[in-house]
């Protein structure tokens, strides 16, 4: 049997940000996922707020 061993500490992480492209895709690519599940949750509360009838928080556009 093999030593246990970390999936960061095989390697496996530095090729598979190669592999997509580098750290800064990496990057660009994990903010892109944030921005869209901070929208999703926006998008939940707002229909929360309509469903209840309540009237939610002035929302302003983050742009």
């Known amino acids: 049997m ?4 970390r999936w960061r500490d095989t390697d496996h992480l530095h090729r598979a940000i190669e592999s997509a492209g580098g750290v800064e895709q990496v990057e660009a690519e994990a903010q892109c996922l944030r921005q869209e599940s901070q929208g ?12 209840s009838g309540e009237s939610g928080p002035e929302i302003k556009s983050l742009a």
Not at 40 to 51: G, I, K, M, T, W
């Open 40 to 51: 999703l949750r926006l998008a939940v509360v707002q229909d929360r707020s309509c469903v």
């Open 2 to 5: 093999r030593s246990y061993r």
